[in-house]
Nanobody, 122 residues
């Protein structure tokens, strides 16, 4: 089973930056795509950024232009660079990986990390 471990969360002021990392204990065919989600109390987990096997990336409108998702396949690591952070970016951030369903052009997320907290003060 793939285990994901996030790190890099913390407290920053508005306008600051953080870089989240998500390390997988191994690489499997069920982890060829990935994403970062955010969850705040009382709301559903929402996808912020996703990366497909060919390196294509997608972002939610709320983070487009400020967040960048990337990966280092050799190190089994997924990253989320977050710039110009806003108070509304605050939440628990989760990474996930899964296998890409090409017929549906979507990632079937199977592995989840425990989350890392991001706090943004104004």
């Amino acid at each position: 089973q793939v285990q994901l471990t996030e790190s890099g969360g913390g407290s920053v002021q508005t306008g600051g930056s953080l870089r989240l990392s998500c390390v997988a204990n191994k690489s499997t065919p069920d982890s060829d795509c990935g994403a970062w989600f955010r969850q705040v109390p009382g709301k559903e987990r929402e996808v912020l950024a996703a990366i497909e096997p060919d390196g294509n990336t997608k972002y939610s409108n709320s983070v487009k232009g400020r967040f960048t998702i990337s990966e280092d396949d050799a190190k089994n690591t997924l990253f989320l660079q977050m710039n110009n952070l806003k108070p509304e970016d605050e939440g628990m951030y989760y990474c996930t990986t899964g296998n890409y369903l090409r017929r549906l052009s979507t990632c079937q997320y199977k592995n989840w990390g425990q989350g890392t907290q991001v706090t943004v003060s104004s």
